[in-house]
């Protein structure tokens, strides 16, 4: 049986449902179906509604115009997201408000109140100003979960230059790619991180990627540990890169915000495809502001005296969106955290959620697995009172860990909305109401108000009730504009399958009840513990070392991650299969692209299997990794040649 078949064999046993508890519901921003209602009955209206929720410079002429496969949403109209989640809070009674609490691994707290915050952010925007950076140039950003990350990214919009965040468990390769895709000129990044007791050398890596970026005029290094604790061994290299702290010591703390258009570029954020290039999705200001205050506000149901503990890393678009547009526009409490969940020991999230009052907590499935795996005895040694609201995102959750969440993190009182978007979408699309939705444990429910989702079949007829493909039928505020610089590839892999349909490459389910289950991707990318990860990347990257003459990479069901990696490899005429020769690809791997992207497995073999035009049988190969019976095998050139894999990937197993 396939994965997507056990998958939904799963759910279809799953009949638990879970009603809004009373108390919650009493106090939710949503308490009935009401903006569904004027949501279907005017969405442009509804839209509008949201983004007046915003401050504007200049109002829209026009709400959405729509050729498509291009928006453009709020037409003519003038904002700054900075202005947006600081200064407006400067004169709303917030000003004093901790806009954010952030622990540090080692142990180190910080909290910036939204003063102190706007202070920072403007003292940046003018530093970077002072380093040329004019609005619509690009700025790199390669660093750890500090404050200072949130700050740069907020004087990048004061000034109007949009950012490229590259995850700082990217490796050197990955972040000169990106740079260089984006033409940015100015990088900034830190010292170092802290991941795990371990010393991420984030400038080391940088310096790398710097050989090789010819675009990038200055760089502006973090020192972690604050001024007169830098790390040992960091070269600074004269004229190129300085120091955050001796140039923020200079700036003054006012800065003009640039008055940007709704439809200019707010920030590119790369993510994988199928490919082997990342794509860098496009999104613009008034529309991703708008889509991302509105969700975060009632699907999280935030109020003044919440505090939101959203657990991604900023190099993300959940960080970006959930961490910082989202919750800061609405003037809300923001938790960082920069370490590891089991550092120094299993229950560092709960002794967060317990020190700072978290309320509202949202985090990964493979993050609740792990949590799982070490034993309810960890949250229990904390008190997790405060929490009243629980989410969930980045893949599938399977049941049991709803279920586990509900009980062991929610005191079976907290609902739990379970968010389907991706970093195309913006914001969340599919989700709960936390004080409407009748939830499904497994089920991220239903479209919220204003987003038409549909189930499609390959010539894009509807399935009302069933198994398709997930489609988004109509525009929406926060969709990607386009990749950056490859209008044609936005135009082919969103838009190529139905015209003016969004295809998300997701497959889902649909039940009685017009609830969404997700299945999981239906193309070449992959799901590691929540991250997106392209089959044909690792595939470069291995086909990059100067053993291997071909590789194929499928993914298989790992009790933790969702998905692994297992890499089938032909070696090159000549190579010899020497025992260190798979943990040395693996390393290979994790060098050209990270640590998130190294193969759990690296099978040799002699042969693929192919069609008979040349096609490598990937369904094959992940029945082979997911040690299944094989599925049809009759189009194939050499049936032999799966026969030979499969008994030398069982025999490797045991
Ligand atoms: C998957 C992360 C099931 C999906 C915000 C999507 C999910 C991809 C869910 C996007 C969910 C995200 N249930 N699957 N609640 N949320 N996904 O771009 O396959 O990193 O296409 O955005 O994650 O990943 P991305």
């Known amino acids: 049986?396939?994965?997507?078949?056990?998958?939904?064999?799963?759910?279809?046993?799953?009949?638990?449902?879970?009603?809004?508890?009373?108390?919650?519901?009493?106090?939710?921003?949503?308490?009935?179906?009401?903006?569904?209602?004027?949501?279907?009955?005017?969405?442009?209206?509804?839209?509008?509604?949201?983004?007046?929720?915003?401050?504007?410079?200049?109002?829209?002429?026009?709400?959405?115009?729509?050729?498509?496969?291009?928006?453009?949403?709020?037409?003519g109209g003038k904002l700054n997201a900075s202005v947006n989640c600081l200064d407006r809070h400067l004169k709303n009674?917030?000003?004093?408000?901790?806009?954010l609490i952030w622990e540090g691994e080692p142990g180190d707290r910080r909290t910036l109140s939204y003063w102190d915050l706007h202070r920072e952010v403007c003292r940046f925007a003018n530093v970077l100003r002072d380093l040329g950076v004019?609005?619509?140039?690009?700025?790199?950003?390669?660093?750890?979960?500090?404050?200072?990350?949130?700050?740069?990214?907020?004087?990048?919009?004061?000034?109007?230059?949009?950012?490229?965040?590259?995850?700082?468990?990217?490796?050197?390769?990955?972040?000169?790619?990106?740079?260089?895709?984006?033409?940015?000129?100015?990088?900034?990044?830190?010292?170092?991180?802290?991941?795990?007791?371990?010393?991420?050398?984030?400038?080391?890596?940088?310096?790398?990627?710097?050989?090789?970026?010819?675009?990038?005029?200055?760089?502006?290094?973090?020192?972690?540990?604050?001024?007169?604790?830098?790390?040992?061994g960091i070269e600074m290299q004269p004229g190129r890169d300085h120091w955050y702290h001796e140039l923020m010591s200079r700036a003054s703390?006012?800065?003009?915000?640039?008055?940007?258009?709704?439809?200019?570029?707010?920030?590119?954020?790369?993510?994988?495809?199928?490919?082997?290039?990342?794509k860098g999705i496009v999104h613009t200001t008034g529309g991703y502001l708008t889509h991302v205050t509105a969700t975060t506000k009632w699907v999280f149901d935030l109020k003044d005296d919440d505090v939101f503990w959203c657990t991604a890393d900023v190099g993300w678009v959940t960080g970006h969106s959930y961490i910082v547009y989202g919750p800061l526009s609405l003037g809300a409490t923001v938790v960082m955290y920069e370490g590891a969940p089991d550092w120094p020991d299993k229950d560092r999230f709960w002794e967060i959620v317990e020190r700072y009052g978290v309320t509202v907590f949202y985090t990964a499935p493979t993050a609740i697995r792990a949590f799982m795996k070490w034993g309810p005895e960890y949250p229990a040694r904390h008190d997790l009172s405060s929490l009243r609201l629980l989410g969930t995102v980045g893949e599938p959750i399977n049941p049991e860990a709803w279920i586990w969440y509900h009980q062991h993190i929610g005191g079976k009182r907290c609902p739990i909305v379970d968010t389907w978007w991706q970093t195309e979408t913006g914001g969340i699309m599919i989700t709960p109401l936390p004080?409407?939705?009748?939830?499904?444990?497994?089920?991220?429910?239903?479209?919220?108000?204003?987003?038409?989702?549909?189930?499609?079949?390959?010539?894009?007829?509807?399935?009302?009730?069933?198994?398709?493909?997930?489609?988004?039928?109509?525009?929406?505020?926060?969709?990607?504009?386009?990749?950056?610089?490859?209008?044609?590839?936005?135009?082919?892999?969103?838009?190529?399958?139905?015209?003016?349909?969004?295809?998300?490459?997701?497959?889902?389910?649909?039940d009685r009840d017009g609830y969404f289950w997700i299945l999981g991707r239906v193309d070449d990318v992959l799901n590691v513990a929540g991250h997106r990860i392209g089959t044909m990347e690792v595939e470069s990257a291995?086909?990059?070392?100067?053993?291997?003459?071909?590789?194929?990479?499928?993914?298989?069901?790992?009790?933790?991650?969702?998905?692994?990696?297992?890499?089938?490899?032909?070696?090159?005429?000549?190579?010899?299969?020497?025992?260190?020769?798979?943990?040395?690809?693996?390393?290979?791997?994790?060098?050209?692209?990270?640590?998130?992207?190294?193969?759990?497995?690296?099978?040799?073999?002699?042969?693929?299997?192919?069609?008979?035009?040349?096609?490598?049988?990937r369904r094959l190969l992940k029945d082979i990794a997911a040690g299944r019976a094989l599925g049809d095998v009759t189009t194939l050139a050499d049936p032999a040649v799966v026969q030979a894999l499969k008994e030398k990937y069982e025999e490797q197993e045991s």
């Open 253 to 278: 703390p006012d800065a003009k915000p640039a008055v940007m258009d709704a439809e200019d570029l707010l920030f590119i954020l790369y993510t994988s495809g199928t490919t082997g290039k990342p």
């Open 93 to 99: 009674g917030r000003r004093n408000k901790v806009a």
């Open 1 to 75: 049986m396939s994965q997507t078949a056990e998958r939904i064999e799963t759910l279809l046993k799953e009949r638990r449902t879970y009603q809004p508890p009373a108390a919650f519901k009493r106090t939710a921003h949503v308490r009935s179906k009401k903006p569904y209602q004027e949501a279907s009955r005017d969405r442009l209206k509804f839209w509008a509604a949201r983004a007046k929720e915003l401050e504007w410079f200049k109002p829209w002429k026009k709400v959405l115009e729509w050729n498509p496969p291009h928006a453009k949403w709020f037409v």
């Open 435 to 510: 004080g409407v939705t009748r939830t499904k444990p497994g089920s991220a429910t239903l479209p919220f108000p204003g987003i038409e989702a549909a189930l499609l079949d390959g010539d894009g007829n509807e399935i009302k009730v069933g198994g398709g493909f997930l489609a988004i039928t109509s525009p929406w505020p926060g969709m990607l504009r386009t990749i950056y610089k490859d209008d044609q590839r936005y135009r082919d892999t969103y838009w190529g399958r139905w015209p003016g349909k969004y295809f998300t490459g997701d497959g889902a389910k649909r």
């Open 134 to 232: 004019k609005k619509g140039d690009r700025v790199a950003i390669y660093m750890p979960m500090i404050p200072e990350v949130v700050v740069a990214m907020l004087a990048c919009a004061r000034i109007g230059a949009p950012h490229s965040v590259v995850f700082g468990g990217f490796s050197a390769e990955s972040l000169k790619d990106r740079i260089n895709d984006a033409e940015a000129t100015v990088l900034i990044t830190a010292d170092k991180g802290y991941r795990r007791g371990q010393v991420v050398p984030l400038k080391r890596n940088a310096d790398e990627a710097l050989k090789e970026t010819p675009t990038i005029r200055h760089v502006v290094v973090v020192a972690r540990d604050g001024k007169g604790s830098e790390a040992a």
């Open 542 to 617: 291995l086909v990059s070392h100067p053993a291997v003459a071909e590789a194929a990479v499928v993914g298989k069901p790992h009790e933790l991650k969702g998905q692994a990696l297992v890499a089938f490899v032909i070696l090159r005429a000549g190579v010899s299969n020497r025992p260190e020769l798979a943990d040395e690809l693996k390393q290979h791997v994790a060098t050209k692209i990270g640590a998130i992207a190294r193969p759990d497995d690296i099978i040799f073999t002699a042969d693929l299997p192919k069609t008979r035009s040349g096609k490598i049988m």
